[in-house]
């Protein structure tokens, strides 16, 4: 088969003999007595045909290609229908408060929902390159709860720059001094590493204890 370019941009199959009344064939499969389902067209629409922008049934009649069609894509290099992907933009977005209490929390299982939280990734809107997250408060930080040894395996290590300058600090330690960095640590480690995710972080507010200065956004209550 030749493909030829029509004035309606599509590309037409010439049939066998070389005329130019040669068709392509839309759909292989369907029911046996359908009219068409997901699995493409049925006994009716076996016989429709492309010829430049218009389809044709058996009959020779032609009509619009959409109508009665279940939509294909890539046959043969053809496209019958476009999609649009939606693109947040920055300044569309409308970022909202919530409040999370982690008394109780595992501290894994709570840092994967504040990620997605804060990127967007539990909107329809998510886009990667854009920030689509919304803020979040979180109480009660050094309530969390570790799972088997880690309360007292886990380390943390700071690194003051000069020749032995490094300092570990234990979970136990870490809880009563700098609860809100235990959470915040494994937070930034499910975030990319860039710049993007570095502002995200920023939308992650996280105290010990129950009393916040956030009030004035009227975070929302959610359980996570």
């Given at each position: 088969?030749?493909k030829l ?11 066998p003999?070389?005329d130019e009344?040669?068709?392509e064939?839309v ?10 389902g997901?699995e ?7 016989g429709?045909?492309?010829h ?6 058996s009959?020779?009649e032609?009509r619009?290609k959409?109508?009665?069609l279940?939509p ?7 496209t019958?229908f476009s999609?649009k992907?939606?693109?947040?933009k920055k300044?569309t ?7 999370v209490?982690?008394e109780?929390?595992v501290?894994g299982r709570?840092?994967v ?7 967007g990734?539990?909107?329809a809107?998510?886009t990667?390159?854009v920030d ?5 408060v979180?109480?009660?930080a050094?309530k ?7 309360e007292e395996q886990n380390?943390?290590?700071?690194f003051?720059?000069?020749?032995g ?5 234990s ?5 009563a001094?700098r ?9 930034k480690?499910?975030l990319p ?5 570095a502002k995200?972080?920023t ?9 916040h200065?956030h009030?004035a956004n009227?975070?929302v209550k959610?359980?996570?």
């Amino acid at each position: 088969m030749h493909k030829l370019e029509n004035d309606g941009g599509l590309p037409d199959v010439m049939g066998p003999g070389g005329d130019e009344g040669g068709l392509e064939r839309v759909g292989a499969q369907g029911g046996k007595e359908d009219a068409g389902g997901p699995e493409g067209p049925g006994t009716g629409e076996r016989g429709a045909v492309i010829h430049g922008g218009i389809v044709a049934n058996s009959g020779g009649e032609p009509r619009p290609k959409n109508e009665g069609l279940t939509p294909l894509f890539g046959v043969n290099g053809l496209t019958l229908f476009s999609m649009k992907t939606y693109l947040a933009k920055k300044e569309t977005e409308q970022p909202k408060w919530y409040l999370v209490d982690a008394e109780g929390q595992v501290l894994g299982r709570l840092a994967v929902k504040l990620a997605n939280i804060i990127r967007g990734r539990n909107k329809a809107t998510y886009t990667a390159h854009v920030d689509t997250g919304d803020y979040v408060v979180v109480l009660n930080a050094e309530k969390i709860v570790l799972t088997g040894k880690k309360e007292e395996q886990n380390e943390y290590m700071a690194f003051s720059g000069f020749v032995g300058g490094e300092r570990y600090r234990s979970m136990p330690q870490m809880r009563a001094k700098r609860p809100e960095f235990v959470i915040m640590h494994a937070v930034k480690g499910m975030l990319p590493k860039n710049r993007l995710a570095a502002k995200m972080l920023t939308k992650l507010r996280v105290f010990a204890g129950t009393k916040h200065p956030h009030e004035a956004n009227n975070p929302v209550k959610i359980s996570v």
